[in-house]
């Protein structure tokens, strides 16, 4: 089955590092991605993971995966206020048909302090 | 620059009427998508383009219709069937590789009046 599951929620302070975690279901998944959606905006690609990789680190990002466990993790270094925003995990998924879609958790609202 | 363009940003529409969702793409991608966003649901996949004439339903097709009669062009129309519409909607195209995920435009959200 196709599911992907996050936390809803994530308070951090400023300057704080913030770890956003995920869980996805299809052990086939090519790339796994993270996205950043800020209010009533469309969504930002932050990173992106392949499969073979087990960590990638991009400035104040670095991403986890844990293949057996089908975890990702993003974490956020020295969180700032404008990192305030809800953060998704996808992976993606290819049809026999060679149609490929992304399948998004349900995102995870994370709040920075002051 | 390259992007996706959707509009309008804000529509409202009473009850027992249609109406269209415009999404164009000037990024040469094959694939296009349509998603419903409602909170704490995440994206929900309603319909699906891989290429021109072409379209196929997602997870939650009823009540939408699509057309793709232009590379560029994946017009989303929402019926008087569709019950409860309020919702956030955002339209995505991918590359062919699929390296980079999808482009998403910057939404319209409709309400029903």
């Known amino acids: 089955g196709e599911d992907v599951e996050q936390s809803l929620f994530l308070s951090v302070r400023e300057g704080d590092s913030s770890v956003i975690n995920c869980t996805y279901t299809d052990s086939s998944s090519t790339y796994l991605y993270w996205y950043k959606q800020e209010p009533g905006a469309g969504l930002q690609l932050l990173t992106y993971?392949?499969?073979?990789?087990d960590m990638k680190q991009d400035q104040r990002l670095t991403v986890l995966l844990n293949k057996k466990d089908k975890h990702l993790s993003l974490r956020i270094a020295d969180t700032q206020t404008g990192d305030s925003a809800i953060y998704f995990c996808a992976e993606s998924i290819w049809s026999s048909t060679g149609f490929q879609k992304l399948v998004f958790g349900t995102g995870t609202r994370l709040l920075v302090s002051p | 620059d390259g992007g996706i363009t959707q509009s309008p940003k804000y529509l409202f529409r009473k009850e027992g009427q249609n109406v269209t969702l415009s999404c164009e793409q000037n990024l040469n991608h094959d694939a296009m998508y349509w998603y419903r966003q409602d909170p704490g649901q995440g994206l929900r996949l309603i319909y699906y383009s891989q290429i021109v004439n072409d379209f196929q339903k997602g997870d939650i097709a009823e009540g939408y219709s699509v057309s793709r009669e232009k590379k560029e062009s994946f017009p989303l129309t929402v019926t008087s069937a569709q019950k409860n519409p309020t919702a956030f909607y955002l339209c995505?195209?991918?590359?062919?590789?699929?390296?980079?995920?999808?482009?998403f435009g910057s939404g319209t959200r409709l309400t029903v009046v």
């Open positions: 993971i392949f499969s073979n990789m």
């Open positions: 995505a195209s991918l590359g062919p590789t699929g390296l980079y995920g999808y482009t």
